[in-house]
């Protein structure tokens, strides 16, 4: 049969008045019972135990520290009560209505009388949805302290007046009562190291110890340190046996094997170094690759293949490429290819792959489906253009005007041409080989 604690249909409806009115739930009692000889099975509509063999106040009701809507009440049976069998636990409030009820392993109770020397504790444990609907009431007078309790709470830094947070207590002589409260960073432990020494036979690589153990351990040959590792210079301990190590290879018949445990230098692990900030990591990539954080280099050039950037100088940065047209190589620029492959150019078909080339070029964003420049293919070129547009004269004879009379049908007006009849007439705009708004040359690099 499986053991459960709930709450009875009454304990329910306390909890919904509790939470709506604020009214808080005060548990003054709890009982066992025997169950009338037989197992019980805990209900929802029980009012009472199936038969109740002891009631009393809860030696206490407290809160679990982790999960604060979880409770334990708790039931001291004193020594002297008994003669029966636990088979059911109840928890009262004080209106005398049935909160929780659970049942209990069978578990005979003796008295005093059959040999009991000591009081037996029941305890019970529910879950509420609101920790403030229910009230914790003890009475100091009456409450008994169970041995799990005093070794919880009862500690020498509860009883022992001085100190401050984070101090610990020691002995400063052999004599009782003679203590003082210290820092922790003042306490000094003093080891006596303890060591043996073996003669190797040859081809001998198995080592059974026989005063120490391979936890701290330092192995020296012929007075050289192996330091602990899989190497063929280095020595391991045993998976198993504690007392038992392989070398990582074997030595000529008669060779010295120092054992050392408990020397400063031995092979317990390090602790990390306040003062050293991190720089005695053993392995430095391996535990910036278990955190996954880049190292300064690495965020320094971390950008994603294939992203175009101008940079303010004529040289490309360490992991970009200059944005050339070059064909370079699909093996040494794997990534980079992947990622833009043959847009800009198949390379030599097979080994090469090209660059996009940007030189004097300016950039324009890809009409990618919009409209505005559609009918062209992502990565494509694109000539210089004018857009169509016209310009109007007035007056069928440029010469009687400001300007200046070059030839029949062919005048000049400071920086403009006019071409053509007195009525029909083409300008001829004077300027650069292109047409360009203002812009400042940079370097544009593509990363790899």
Not at 29 to 34: K, L, P, R, Y
Not at 429 to 448: D, S, V
């Amino acid at each position: 049969m499986p053991f459960k604690t709930i709450h009875t249909t009454y304990g329910l409806t306390c909890l919904a008045k509790a939470e709506t009115t604020g009214t808080p739930i005060n548990l003054v009692a709890m009982a066992v019972g025997d169950g009338n000889g037989q197992p019980v099975a805990p209900s929802e509509g029980q009012t009472n135990l199936v038969r109740e063999r002891f009631r009393d106040a809860p030696n206490r009701i407290y809160q679990d520290p982790v999960e604060n809507t979880r409770f334990t009440a708790e039931l001291v049976i004193p020594a002297t009560e008994g003669g029966f069998v636990l088979r059911e636990i109840g928890v009262y409030d004080d209106q005398g209505g049935l909160f929780v009820v659970g049942n209990l392993p069978d578990t005979y109770k003796p008295t005093d009388a059959e040999g009991a020397y000591a009081d037996t504790v029941v305890r019970v444990e529910f879950l509420v949805s609101n920790a403030e609907v229910v009230t914790l009431q003890v009475d100091p007078n009456v409450a008994v302290a169970t041995q799990t309790w005093i070794s919880n709470n009862i500690t020498a830094g509860t009883l022992i007046p001085g100190g401050t947070t984070g101090q610990q207590l020691i002995k400063k002589s052999n004599t009782d009562g003679d203590t003082e409260w210290v820092d922790p960073d003042v306490i000094n432990v003093t080891v006596d190291i303890i060591d043996e020494r073996q003669t190797l036979a040859d081809g001998q690589t198995v080592i059974d110890l026989a005063t120490t153990t391979t936890y701290g351990l330092a192995v020296y040959i012929e007075g050289v340190r192996l330091l602990e590792g899989s190497g063929v210079d280095q020595w391991q301990p045993d998976a198993i046996v504690e007392t038992r190590l392989t070398l990582g290879k074997s030595y000529p018949a008669g060779t010295e094997l120092y054992a050392v445990q408990n020397e400063p230098s031995g092979s317990a692990p390090a602790p990390l170094e306040r003062s050293k900030n991190l720089a005695d990591l053993q392995d430095v990539p391996t535990a910036r690759a278990n955190l996954g954080v880049y190292s300064k280099a690495e965020a320094d050039q971390k950008a994603p293949a294939g992203m175009v950037a101008h940079f303010a100088r004529q040289t490309a940065p360490s992991g970009w490429l200059k944005a050339n047209g070059a064909a370079v190589s699909r093996a040494a620029y794997a990534t980079l290819f992947s990622a833009i492959g043959t847009t800009f150019g198949n390379g030599d078909g097979f080994n090469t792959f090209n660059l996009p080339d940007l030189r004097g070029e300016f950039l324009r964003g890809w009409d990618d489906g919009r409209g505005v420049d559609g009918g062209r293919g992502f990565g494509s070129w694109q000539a210089d253009e004018l857009r169509s547009h016209n310009h109007s004269l007035y007056g069928n004879d440029r010469g009687t005007n400001s300007g200046q009379k070059l030839a029949p049908g062919l005048y000049r007006d400071d920086a403009e041409d006019y071409v053509g009849a007195a009525d029909e007439r083409t300008i001829r705009h004077t300027g650069g080989n292109e047409t360009r708004p203002r812009n400042r040359a940079l370097l544009a690099c593509i990363k790899y």
